[in-house]
Nanobody, 128 residues
Framework: QVQLVESGGGLVQAGGSLRLSCTAS????????TGWFRQAPGKEREAVATIAWRWSANITYYADSVKGRFSISRDNTKNTMILQMNNLKPEDTAVYYC???????????????????WGQGTQVTVSS
């Protein structure tokens, strides 16, 4: 049974930083794609960033809206994934979800429907 548990959300002023963590059990990180998605009120869930072990390295993908501000990383030996969020903006306010799927490729990395496992979500609120 796969379980994903997020932590680290909260309230921060615009321009500030937050660090989200996701710890997985029942999943082999080295053969999985893992990532962060977010959902704001009244909006669809959207991809933020994903990471997968390919070609002997962790390969990352980012949504255009967070490039240069967010950084995704993970420790394959500890099954832990981190999302470092800097220069936060009010439009980053959303519930952030950790997600995983049992294959290490980038096909449809941005589609929520291509992920099999989800965490419970953690609220991130950025005030202006």
């Amino acid at each position: 049974q796969v379980q994903l548990v997020e932590s680290g959300g909260g309230l921060v002023q615009a321009g500030g930083s937050l660090r989200l963590s996701c710890t997985a059990s029942g999943l082999t990180f080295s053969t999985a794609t893992t990532g962060w998605f977010r959902q704001a009120p009244g909006k669809e869930r959207e991809a933020v960033a994903t990471i997968a072990w390919r070609w002997s390295a962790n390969i990352t993908y980012y949504a255009d809206s967070v490039k240069g501000r967010f950084s995704i990383s993970r420790d394959n030996t500890k099954n832990t994934m981190i999302l470092q969020m800097n220069n936060l903006k009010p439009e980053d306010t959303a519930v952030y979800y950790c997600a995983a799927r049992n294959r290490a490729d980038n096909r449809y990395w941005y589609l929520p429907g291509s992920y099999e496992y989800w965490g419970q979500g953690t609220q991130v609120t950025v005030s202006s």
